[in-house]
């Protein structure tokens, strides 16, 4: 049986009306249940890989599979969120999270139900007839969350989801992603600028230095969780700071 949840097959990617090749030949896989984290300089082309898990571009060449299929043949496997949360300002929270199972023809009725079983976990019982301006930065994130999850359960891509927040709710909510994710076996790809969050979060790092993105660094972390910055994990730290540097001479 594949344990492979994704696998980039030499995939190469170039827009119609660009010059430069964005993606070329990448290769890499993430396991069922791994937390993979995405680092890379601005402008590399990490939100390009979202776009072709999204299916909001193709590749020029190569194939992406989840767990063993083509990715166009896995409807709803797919959960995304992006760095603001984008609730729907008219729509209570219950009505925002289950709008993915609405979208999918599921009936309204059913779509709430089964978005509300989630709630005491996701820390949002009580909430569920409020508005989005009515709940703190922390609480929206967590129902954008929820509302990817319900996107799709196989795979979540969360593109910077917490560099809005102020330092205490960003650390509260990475400790709340990493026991959501533990309690629920996701899989997840994480994109971020934030080296420490990397490290605290992942199983491992894949660390771009150039563009097209092709080559990579992969670092594995096995340190158990919580983790500080210090020691073994401090050197992996140092390392990928002069890598990135190397880059910007």
């Not at 190469?12 to 069922?32: H, M, S």
């Not at 767990?67 to 959960?79: E, F, M, S, T």
């Not at 490290?199 to 894949?206: K, N």
Request: aromatic share 8%; net charge neutral; charged share 25%.
């Amino acid at each position: 049986m594949n344990n492979e949840a994704v696998s980039f097959q030499n995939i190469t990617f170039a827009y119609n009306d660009a010059k430069t090749t964005i993606v070329r030949e990448l290769e890499f896989g993430i396991k069922k249940g791994e937390f993979v984290s995405i680092l890379a300089p601005s402008g590399a082309g990490k939100s390009t890989l979202f776009r072709l898990l999204t299916r909001l571009e193709e590749p020029t060449e190569g194939r992406i599979l989840l767990q063993g299929q083509p990715l166009a043949d896995r409807k709803n496997a797919v959960g995304y969120m992006p760095q603001q949360d984008l609730l729907l300002d008219w729509r209570t929270v219950i009505e925002n999270a289950a709008l993915p199972l609405e979208l999918q023809g599921m009936k309204k009725k059913l779509a709430h139900k089964q978005a509300k079983a989630y709630f005491e976990d996701f820390g949002l019982t009580g909430t569920e007839l409020y508005y989005p301006h009515m709940l703190s930065g922390g609480m929206r994130q967590r129902v954008s969350f929820l509302r990817a999850m319900l996107s799709g359960r196989e795979v979540l891509l969360l593109d910077e989801p917490f560099s809005a927040l102020d330092a205490m709710t960003r650390l509260s909510m990475q400790e709340w992603l990493l026991r959501i994710w533990k309690q629920l076996g996701l899989t997840i790809l994480f994109v971020t600028h934030d080296i420490d969050e990397a490290i605290m979060l992942s199983d491992r790092i894949l660390l771009f230095n150039n563009t097209p993105l092709q080559r990579y660094d992969n670092y594995c972390l096995q340190q158990p969780r919580p983790r500080m910055i210090s020691g073994e994990l401090f050197e992996v730290k140092l390392e990928i700071l002069a890598s990135l540097r190397e880059k910007v001479r």
